[in-house]
Nanobody, 129 residues
Framework: QEQLVESGGGSVQAGGSLILSCAPS????????VAWFRQIAGKQREGVGV????????YYVGSMKDRVTISQDNTKNILFLQMNNLTVDDTGVYFC??????????????????????WGRGTQVTVSA
């Protein structure tokens, strides 16, 4: 089974930084994409960024693109989302998700949640003033 588990969420003060982790398992190769999404209360799920695991190509979308960095440690088989200069508007549940194919690369204006086959359960990020 192809699975993903997020971790690293918690509470942080506005202006601070946080690193989230995503641990995939059950994938037979690194020829797949891993994306970060977030669910903000009262808003539709939105993409944050995506990485193609095989060669590490990354692309960022949405309002966080200037404040986030996606990275991976292939030795440990884990991915990270570095978030900087957080605001209270960043409060929400953050997910990682995987797919073997996307309709467009680079994603352009955004990422499509329906394209991603496997999802983690999410990790809560709360930013306080």
């Amino acid at each position: 089974q192809e699975q993903l588990v997020e971790s690293g969420g918690g509470s942080v003060q506005a202006g601070g930084s946080l690193i989230l982790s995503c641990a995939p398992s059950g994938f037979t190769s690194n020829r797949y994409y891993v994306a970060w999404f977030r669910q903000i209360a009262g808003k539709q799920r939105e993409g944050v960024g995506v990485i193609y695991r095989d060669h590490g190509s990354r692309y960022y979308v949405g309002s966080m693109k200037d404040r986030v960095t996606i990275s991976q440690d292939n030795t440990k088989n884990i991915l990270f989302l570095q978030m900087n200069n957080l605001t209270v508007d960043d409060t929400g549940v953050y997910f990682c998700a995987a797919t073997r194919a996307v309709g467009r690369w680079p994603p352009g204006t955004g990422l499509i949640p329906a394209e991603f086959k496997s999802w983690g359960r999410g990790t809560q990020v709360t930013v306080s003033a």
